[in-house]
Structure formats: structure tokens, C-alpha cells
């Protein structure tokens, strides 16, 4: 039997995890928190399990050991970074676009 891979942890902090928390109390008020929670947990499952492919690398930080990406699922922007060795993603930011509901009210 093949040995499981593990995952990546996954770091957001306190200003992102306000910002989503914000996002879901819009998205439950604008009726649209069931394709919001959908999106989120889809885009949360792919930054744990296969980050360096799911999104698009944007930059090194060189000196810092990460690389920044931006996943984009159902219309959900995620920047993102890696760490060069450590099974590390910070998350950076979560931003709807192109027209979701919930594009520029946080």
C-alpha cells in the first residue's frame, strides 16, 4: 500500500480571517452563502492538497523562500504563497471578481 502524502497546513491571518468572516455574513444576506461556502471549500481543499498547481505563480520572494500565486474558482480570486520547502500556504487575500454578488463590498 502506497504511503499518503500529507498535506499542506494552511495560515491566514487575523485581517483575512475577519475579511471572510465578513464575506460570509454577506454572502448568507445576499442569498448566495451555499455557492460561497461551495467555492471556498473548494478552493481551500485544492491550496491543501496541490497548491503549485492550482493557481498561477505571479512572483518569488527570493529571500523569504515563498512564491506568490492567484487561484481564481467560481469567480473568487485567492492570493496566496508557498514556501520552498516548508508544506507551508499562506493565504493572503480573498477577493470576489467579475461580477459575483459579492464584488466590492468588502
Known sequence: ????????????????RDRLMRLNDLALSNGVLAEWIATMRLAL????????????PLFRMKHL???????????????????????LVIIKKVVPVLDHPLEGMV
Open 45 to 56: 481543499e485544492r491550496l491543501e492538497t496541490e497548491p503549485e498547481e492550482a493557481g498561477d
Open 65 to 87: 523562500f515563498f512564491t506568490n500565486y492567484r487561484l481564481l474558482v467560481d469567480r473568487v480570486c485567492v492570493f496566496y504563497a508557498i514556501h520552498d520547502w516548508e508544506r
Open 1 to 16: 500500500m502506497a504511503a499518503e502524502s500529507r498535506g499542506y497546513f494552511l495560515s491566514v491571518s487575523g485581517s483575512v
